[in-house]
C-alpha cells in the first residue's frame, strides 16, 4: 500500500528558509506524479508545486522562484526547498501522490492526487 510522510516542518522568521521532505512508501516514487500543497485554518487547500515523472514542473504563481520541487529517486522521496518565507506561507503542508498509466499529470489540482501525507506545520512569523 502507498503511503506518504512529509518531515521538515517548523517554525521559521519571516525571509527565512525551510525544507520539507516526503517519503513514500509502497512503491516507486518515480511512477508518480508528485505534489505539495498547503492548507491554512479556515481556508481551501491549495496547490505548489508539482513534479511528473519526465522532470516536469510546475508551480503555483506566488511561490515561484522561492520554491523548489524535486524528487530524490535513491532516497524515494522529494522536498520543497522554501526561501525567503512570508508569513501568508503559514499552513499545514501536504505532500500527494498521483500514479497514472503515462505519469504525466502536472496537476495543482488537489482532486487529481490519490495518496497524501499526514501533513506537517510550517508557521513563518514576522
Known amino acids: 500500500q502507498v503511503q506518504l510522510a512529509e518531515s521538515g516542518g517548523g517554525a521559521v522568521q519571516s525571509g527565512g528558509s525551510l525544507t520539507l521532505s516526503c517519503a513514500l512508501s509502497?512503491?516507486?516514487?518515480?511512477?508518480?506524479?508528485l505534489g505539495w500543497f498547503r492548507q491554512a485554518p479556515g481556508k481551501e487547500r491549495e496547490g505548489i508545486a508539482t513534479?511528473?515523472?519526465?522532470?516536469?514542473?510546475v508551480y503555483r504563481d506566488d511561490v515561484r522562484g522561492r520554491f523548489t520541487i524535486s524528487r530524490d529517486n535513491a532516497k524515494n522521496a522529494m522536498s520543497l526547498q522554501m526561501n525567503s518565507l512570508k508569513p501568508e506561507d503559514t499552513a499545514m503542508y501536504y505532500c500527494?501522490?498521483?500514479?497514472?498509466?503515462?505519469?504525466?499529470?502536472?496537476?495543482?489540482?488537489?482532486?487529481?492526487?490519490?495518496?497524501w501525507g499526514q501533513g506537517t506545520q510550517v508557521t513563518v512569523s514576522s
Open positions: 513534479i511528473n515523472v519526465r522532470d516536469v514542473i
Open positions: 509502497g512503491d516507486t516514487v518515480t511512477r508518480y506524479s
Open positions: 500527494a501522490a498521483a500514479r497514472t498509466p503515462e505519469g504525466l499529470l502536472v496537476s495543482l489540482i488537489a482532486d487529481e492526487y490519490t495518496y
